[in-house]
């Protein structure tokens, strides 16, 4: 799965932290974490990087 494509699945899976930071996890245990621009669901993610687990 390439970068563009993991943020699109998670942006479509994502379940809201707080205000504008989102978490979603892919279908291979991946948890990503990314930010959008606004807090409406329109809103443009910003900043996605992946979530380390021990």
Known sequence: MDVLNAIKNAYNKKNKIKARLYES?????????????????????????????H
Do not use: C, S, W
């Open 25 to 53: 996890v892919l279908e291979n245990g991946m948890v990503i974490h990314f930010y959008q621009h606004d807090d409406k669901d329109t809103g443009k993610v910003t900043t996605a990087y992946p979530k380390y687990r």
